[in-house]
Nanobody, 116 residues
């Protein structure tokens, strides 16, 4: 079955960096677009970044120039490099895959806290 397992979250100070990872299994990773979402405390889940199977990327405006999404198809891994972190980046971060039939799968999430 489809599994997405995020890791790499933690507590950092403003301006520091984190790299999130998502281990994918149960589907043909290289053929699917993948995304990162986040849910700040008390708010709705929001889209952060995506990468297509051809590795075309897109970002929400608030993270452009600071976050980089990447993928390693040989390892079935998705990454999110987050630099210059801000307190407003505090959220639970989720890995996502949405298949052509419209079915979504989510990981369990990893907590990122940016605080001095």
């Amino acid at each position: 079955q489809v599994q997405l397992v995020e890791s790499g979250g933690g507590l950092v100070q403003p301006g520091e960096s984190l790299r999130l990872s998502c281990a994918a299994s149960g589907f043909i990773f290289s053929l699917n677009a993948m995304g990162w979402y986040r849910q700040p405390p008390g708010k709705e889940r929001e889209w952060v970044a995506r990468t297509t199977s051809a590795e075309h990327t897109a970002y929400t405006d608030s993270v452009k120039g600071r976050f980089t999404i990447s993928r390693d198809n040989a390892k079935n891994m998705l990454y999110l490099q987050m630099n210059s972190l801000k307190p407003e980046d505090t959220a639970v971060y989720y890995c996502n895959v949405k298949f052509h039939n419209g079915v979504d799968y989510w990981g369990q999430g990893t907590q990122v806290t940016v605080s001095s």
